[in-house]
């Protein structure tokens, strides 16, 4: 039998077996999706707070209107950025070590580093930091010498953690980026009478441009709709998310409108960095 034969009996099977996911991913996920952007435009009963089911754009008006929805988004998209660039700055050391320096056992343990905080629940690594950066936490004590104190609870202690819990998504990549660097790069660099800083500009920095990215997709997306953290250590501020949590009970239709703007912010983002070919690292 020619494999021509086999042709429409391999598509079947194939369209078999991909049915099921991509059936969940457009009903469960771009469905969800849909349904929150849609009733974004529906309205409440001031009275019974129910939800009416008529056609308005209210809600966005109040969200660009309202001067505290604004600060709030604000400073929601600036915690996103500031975890990103800190993590970008503690993942290019570290990744480079990790994949160009260490060898054998080490490369493994640090690898083994990285990957251990993950498998813990995001519950306890947030509530150990709020612990460390109590009053009487560690942080405090290892400062105190040299007459310093610690952040305590609030914005600094949000984006500390935060780029703490998102490491690990920043050096995954930009290791795996850097072990795919040739050598004869680096070494035709230094032959060329490249110095450090020169060749971390001219052949490194081109090389890790993409993996960078595609971790910061991760970092800021992640960053932008994360509403535990800053219950936790952020005192008395507000993100995005904690204000979407507020308005849920109260004014559900607010409340999707509010969550389009992390969801338009993400967008945008990934259009940006799809330009810059980072979308092929993932």
């Given at each position: 039998m020619s494999a021509t034969n086999h042709e429409p009996r391999t598509r079947g099977r194939l369209a078999a077996l991909l049915a099921p996911p991509l059936l969940w991913l457009v009903l469960a996920y771009l469905g969800s999706l849909a349904v929150l952007l849609l009733s974004a435009f529906w309205t409440t009963d001031p009275f019974t707070s129910d939800v009416?089911?008529?056609?308005?754009?209210?809600?966005?008006?109040?969200i660009l209107t309202?001067?505290?929805?604004?600060?709030?988004?604000?400073?929601?998209?600036?915690?996103?950025?500031?975890?990103?660039?800190?993590?970008?700055?503690?993942?290019?050391?570290?990744?480079?070590?990790?994949?160009?320096?260490?060898?054998g056992r080490l490369r493994r343990a640090l690898l083994v580093a990285v990957?251990?905080?993950?498998?813990?629940?995001?519950?306890?690594?947030?509530?150990?930091?709020?612990?460390?950066?109590?009053?009487?936490?560690?942080?405090?004590a290892a400062l105190a010498p040299l007459g310093l104190h610690g952040p305590g609870y609030g914005t600094a202690a949000v984006v500390l953690v935060l780029?703490?819990?998102?490491?690990?998504?920043?050096?995954?990549?930009?290791?795996?980026?850097?072990?795919?660097?040739?050598?004869?790069?680096?070494?035709?660099?230094?032959?060329?009478?490249?110095?450090?800083?020169?060749?971390?500009?001219?052949?490194?920095?081109?090389?890790?441009?993409?993996?960078?990215?595609?971790?910061?997709?991760?970092?800021?997306?992640?960053?932008?709709?994360?509403?535990?953290?800053?219950?936790?250590?952020?005192?008395?501020?507000?993100l995005l998310g904690n204000v979407i949590g507020s308005q849920v009970t109260l004014d559900l239709p607010l409340a999707a409108a509010l969550s389009a703007v992390p969801?338009?912010?993400v967008v945008c983002y990934l259009a940006a960095v799809r330009r810059a070919g980072a979308l092929d690292s993932l």
């Open positions: 009416v089911h008529t056609w308005t754009t209210d809600n966005f008006r109040d309202t001067p505290v929805y604004r600060t709030v988004a604000l400073r929601t998209l600036g915690i996103a950025v500031a975890v990103t660039l800190l993590d970008a700055l503690l993942a290019l050391p570290m990744a480079f070590f990790m994949a160009r320096v260490a060898a990957l251990t905080p993950l498998w813990a629940g995001y519950l306890v690594k947030a509530y150990a930091w709020r612990v460390m950066l109590g009053e009487h936490g560690i942080v405090n780029a703490y819990l998102w490491l690990p998504y920043m050096i995954l990549p930009v290791q795996a980026a850097l072990e795919r660097l040739p050598a004869h790069q680096l070494e035709a660099s230094a032959d060329l009478g490249a110095g450090t800083v020169r060749t971390l500009r001219s052949v490194v920095a081109p090389a890790v441009r993409p993996a960078l990215l595609a971790g910061s997709v991760f970092t800021f997306s992640l960053s932008l709709g994360d509403y535990l953290t800053v219950q936790i250590v952020g005192g008395r501020t507000q969801v338009a912010l």
